[in-house]
């Protein structure tokens, strides 16, 4: 086990661009999809997505968070050195331009903000992708909450040594001489802070199901019921390449104080997201997206899970044609969402 030996507010600033792009694959899109169960036509078919005026296949919301788990790897694995564990708690997602069939994102990451409660560090990291074309296409924030050996069973680690995918450092040799911690801590003002945000999501015109004057402050959106089996977390695990031995092992779980495996926090996060996008019926309509995780959604071995969406529209903006819609997602009969928004643009 190794301590925390630094001060969580000191590590503020520390930032990088990652050294190689992501290329958004066609597949991989499809993949995405089905692991977050969204059927969208506009995620599988081309032609389905010309008709929405993309070139290619629309990403689904959350796509990017698989990016931002490759890009993290170096701050979680060199800077963040004194946690043992570390457990999402909310996530926000900025869209400015559609993520598309091709594209090449470059992430900057930086360790944002830390702030104490509890006697325990939450920490941001704040993830700035920008395209081919150098335009910011998204900006997502995600916090987690750091824990050290005193907050979790001393055998942890060593059981997840046991089981973990073997593989995992899949870091290139150019990668792997230049990820040293120096070359983290960036404090000068980079190039990359000067990108311009993409205008695209806020001025095309949404190809909606609903316009803007169909809908009212207290509309209720179809709810929707999402079965999920330790098979489902399986393949969201290797999907997304997040492989924490909590989301399908059930030693591990209960090492970390949970009473089952779990689902992942960005897979209910991605199926909330395709429950407002399918209701749009246009998946660039939306512009930001923001949860924070009050629960876990417990999956057991012997029976599936299921995880119950409802929202209503909580405000309405004329001037803009936007509307900003609560979600609220259930399992067991516990809130899974403490607070989650999203602010969609209507025709």
Do not use: C
């Not at 600033?13 to 506009?42: C, M, W």
């Not at 900057?108 to 335009?135: A, C, H, P, W, Y």
């Not at 246009?282 to 995780?293: F, K, Q, S, T």
């Amino acid at each position: 086990m190794v301590e925390a030996a630094f001060d969580a507010a000191g590590l503020v600033g520390h930032r990088y661009r990652t050294d190689d792009f992501y290329e958004v694959g066609r597949e991989k899109i499809r993949e995405y999809a089905r692991a977050v169960q969204d059927f969208h036509p506009a995620h599988w078919s081309e032609g389905a997505a010309g008709e929405l005026g993309y070139a290619g296949l629309i990403a689904p919301t959350t796509f990017i968070s698989i990016a931002a788990m490759l890009a993290n790897r170096r701050l979680l694995e060199i800077v963040m050195t004194g946690y043992d564990v570390v457990v999402q708690t909310d996530q926000v997602f900025e869209m400015y331009k559609p993520v598309l069939t091709g594209d090449r994102l470059v992430s900057d990451v930086e360790l944002s903000s830390t702030r104490r409660i509890g006697g325990k560090d939450l920490l941001t990291i704040t993830n700035t992708f920008t395209d081919q074309t150098g335009d910011i296409v998204q900006i997502m924030h995600t916090t987690v909450l750091g824990l050290t050996d005193e907050d979790v069973n001393a055998e942890i680690s060593d059981t997840i040594e046991r089981v973990i995918m073997s593989g995992l450092d899949t870091t290139s040799p150019t990668t792997a001489a230049s990820a040293d911690e120096d070359a983290l801590l960036v404090t000068e003002p980079d190039p990359w802070t000067t990108a311009r945000l993409s205008p695209i999501s806020r001025t095309r015109i949404p190809r909606t199901v609903f316009r803007f004057e169909d809908i009212a402050v207290g509309d209720e959106l179809p709810a929707r019921s999402v079965r999920l089996t330790r098979g489902d977390l399986v393949n969201y695990a290797g999907v997304s390449g997040d492989v924490n031995p909590i989301h399908w092992h059930d030693e591990i779980a209960v090492l970390a104080g949970l009473p089952d495996v779990i689902a992942h926090g960005m897979l209910t996060m991605g199926l909330g997201a395709g429950f407002v996008t399918g209701w749009l019926g246009d998946p660039g309509a939306m512009i930001r997206y923001g949860v924070r995780l009050s629960n876990y959604t417990v999956i057991e071995a012997a029976s599936a899970g299921t995880v119950e969406f409802t929202g209503r529209i909580k405000s309405v903006d004329p001037d803009t044609r936007t509307a900003v819609v609560v979600i609220v997602a259930k399992a067991a009969g516990r809130k899974v969402f403490g607070l989650a928004t999203a602010d969609v643009r209507l025709a």
